[in-house]
């Protein structure tokens, strides 16, 4: 009886995180949207735009086509200015957001973070990750 109790519970758990996974990818894929049109720094390349990324990771989703994507749209507008690295969540989920060029840092913090895109956009975002998730959640659970 125990056993079946524990093994109800985890089935539950995958059920539920894996919702919440599927509940993140609409609100991950407008984040990113957003983050590309709405940004207070000039265009001048376009790099900084193409670079932006939001993507869920966890639960078998690694969003290494998403970052490798991005990497080369930012290279192909502004060679030798991109940054490169790895993520690995293993087992629970949740969502990054990033830029890929190499001078991000400068865009958040110059003038006391006039031009940062990253900053605001992780404040105003943790809720609608939240309520995605939950919805994916519920939806998974069949509510």
């Known amino acids: 009886m125990t056993q079946e109790l524990i093994a109800g519970l985890?089935?539950?758990?995958n059920v539920a995180f894996d919702g919440a996974r599927d509940g993140l990818k609409p609100e991950a894929a407008a984040v990113t949207d957003e983050m590309r049109a709405n940004h207070p720094h000039g265009n001048v390349t376009g790099a900084t735009e193409a670079g932006y990324g939001a993507r869920v990771v966890g639960r078998g989703e690694t969003g290494a086509s998403?970052?490798?994507a991005e990497v080369s749209a930012a290279e192909s507008l502004n060679p030798g200015h991109t940054a490169t690295g790895t993520v690995s969540i293993a087992?629970?989920?949740g969502v990054i957001i990033d830029s890929k060029t190499d001078?991000?840092?400068y865009l958040?913090?110059?003038?006391?973070?006039?031009?940062a895109v990253l900053t605001p956009t992780l404040r105003a975002s943790g809720t609608r990750f939240t309520q995605g998730a939950?919805?994916?959640?519920?939806q998974a659970w069949g509510g």
């Open 91 to 93: 087992g629970i989920v």
């Open 66 to 68: 998403a970052f490798a």
């Open 134 to 138: 939950a919805r994916g959640a519920k």
């Open 103 to 105: 001078y991000q840092i």
């Open 108 to 115: 958040e913090t110059e003038r006391a973070g006039e031009n």
């Open 10 to 13: 985890n089935r539950a758990m």
